[in-house]
């Protein structure tokens, strides 16, 4: 198992919404997937970077052939391991394909190392999203659990994921997130998910690790402190980069400024490790209707970063990597993200910068080393 300690170590978050899946042929035309947005997205204001196209054409991440030419790619540039998002609402997968066909299947990602984070949101049934009053998460992508179904989570995770030899470890404990750490938290009750990890930790301790590191994403300021309460190891984010409720064009480099000010307050407010993540930029507006002029004050028409770019990325890292192995026993930090190309963060090369976001990791995790 790739158990990394003592030393700096890179993920990149990735997203499996690049192939055909039932469940979208269900709403969308036989074979739809995300591409259609990405390479379709109309321009909202002068200037604007869409669409933004991948360097080397779109590709179906079902395909080995596909996880095959990613891996490649993110070692030669210094990514170390990836975090695949893992749909999962009590038993029932979605968009599963590009884990298990594509980077596990033969002739994949091979040996490449790789944990999980549980997306334990729904993907969206419609794209793009249409303009409505409602709640901007539908009620019907909730996913919410118990004590009975985490452990059977647990256990089809550990059958078929954490007992495989690349998956990544931090001191013989296999790292796990949780996307929506607040909504998990809020539905369970401290207790209750205090009870859940636990009972996590101790079947794992029985199948011979040291336990399951546990890892909450996108930890609310409100709940800070619960978070340790509850059993969890450590905090990080998946895209912290705008402010949600700030002003429709934000400005990159002085968001980065903002949020790498912001890592130590996560840390000493949980009392737990944190792990600096960091975003080439931000733009979802692919993911939404065209309504002319009008500007939904929403996700995923705003808010928009502007003005990204990749030294401003590399700067951004920098800090990132200066952070966490400063203050952590186990030095990570992740990017958000390697593919999320509909929202508009990914490291893979586009037709704008060409290989300049994986060009910014190779060279600031050479400096750091």
């Not at 996880?67 to 749909?87: M, P």
């Not at 002739?107 to 794209?127: C, H, K, Q, T």
């Not at 490790?273 to 979802?284: H, K």
Request: hydrophobic fraction near 35%; include cysteine.
């Amino acid at each position: 198992m790739s158990n990394l300690i003592n030393r700096l170590a890179i993920g990149a978050y990735v997203y499996p919404g690049w192939h055909a899946c039932p469940e979208r042929d269900r709403n969308f035309p036989h074979g739809w997937c995300e591409w259609d947005l990405v390479l379709n997205a109309p321009s909202r204001f002068a200037e604007h970077n869409q669409p933004r196209i991948p360097l080397y054409g779109p590709y179906d991440d079902s395909l080995p052939s596909t996880s095959q030419k990613q891996v490649c790619l993110a070692r030669e540039y210094g990514i170390d391991f990836f975090v695949h998002g893992f749909f999962w609402s009590r038993g029932k997968r979605v968009l599963g394909a590009a884990l298990d066909n594509g980077f596990l299947g033969k002739g994949g990602g091979g040996d490449f190392p790789f944990s999980l984070m549980w997306a334990n949101r729904m993907p969206r049934g419609v794209l793009p999203v249409r303009h409505d009053h409602g709640p901007e998460i539908d009620p019907g992508r909730l996913v919410y659990t118990d004590p009975d179904d985490f452990m059977e989570l647990i256990q089809y995770l550990e059958e078929r994921y954490f007992s495989r030899t690349n998956y990544f470890l931090i001191d013989n404990m296999p790292l796990f997130s949780i996307f929506d750490s607040a909504f998990f938290l809020r539905q369970l009750g401290v207790d209750l998910a205090c009870k859940a990890i636990k009972r996590a930790k101790e079947y794992l301790v029985r199948k011979g690790y040291r336990g399951l590191h546990i890892m909450a994403i996108n930890p609310p300021v409100t709940m800070i402190m619960e978070f340790k309460r509850a059993g969890f190891d450590s905090l990080s984010h998946y895209v912290w980069l705008p402010e949600w409720k700030g002003g429709y064009l934000q400005d990159y480099g002085e968001l980065t400024g903002i949020r790498s000010g912001e890592w130590n307050y996560f840390a000493e407010g949980s009392n737990l490790a944190y792990y600096p993540s960091v975003s080439p930029g931000w733009d979802a507006s692919p993911r939404g209707e065209l309504h002319g002029n009008q500007k939904p004050f929403r996700y995923p028409w705003w808010p928009i970063v502007v003005n990204e770019h990749p030294e401003l990325f590399s700067g951004f890292l920098r800090k990132a990597i200066h952070y966490t192995m400063r203050n952590n026993t186990t030095p990570l930090c992740f990017i958000a993200s390697w593919n999320e190309w509909s929202e508009g963060h990914y490291l893979e090369p586009d037709a704008r910068f060409g290989t300049a976001w994986l060009e910014a990791v190779r060279k600031e995790k050479h400096n750091a080393i």
